[in-house]
């Protein structure tokens, strides 16, 4: 968040979603024949962050329509896409080992990829607070 934050205050454009709300927005879009003006939603700002890319598995429309947006965006505007996924599980989300093939082609040509492994923030904290014991703790009955 903290460089889409950074972005706005250089005055680029940004869009951030969840990629379940993308692919939910793009099949209502599909449904509704308001799919170019989504797509055109989707593909205008400077950078388009899409959140949690794998969480689930993406139905075949949405999964090209999603290459649409990549496609479209490719050498024109920036993506940040978080996942905890790697790449080679690519074709498990997109139903399409080719398609997400495509896809990674043009996301990965121009780009960085930061890979951070260990504990969500979120868990981190949680531990923190006390609400998790640490890993291999036993209950101690007294």
Do not use: C
Request: hydrophobic residues 35%.
């Amino acid at each position: 968040m903290a460089i889409a934050l950074e972005a706005i205050k250089q005055r680029y454009t940004v869009y951030f979603t969840t990629a379940h709300d993308l692919v939910e927005t793009l099949q209502q879009a599909h449904q509704n024949n308001t799919i170019r003006q989504k797509i055109k939603m989707f593909t205008k700002p400077n950078l388009l962050i899409i959140d949690e890319i794998g969480y689930r598995r993406m139905e075949d429309t949405a999964a090209h329509f999603f290459f649409q947006i990549v496609s479209e965006r490719y050498e024109t505007g920036s993506i940040i896409l978080t996942s905890n996924k790697t790449y080679g599980a690519w074709g498990e989300i997109f139903g399409d080992s080719v398609l997400a093939t495509a896809i990674l082609d043009r996301l990965l040509h121009h780009s960085t990829t930061i890979n951070i492994k260990g504990e969500s923030y979120r868990i981190k904290e949680k531990k923190k607070a006390g609400f998790f014991r640490p890993e291999g703790a036993e209950d101690k009955q007294e």
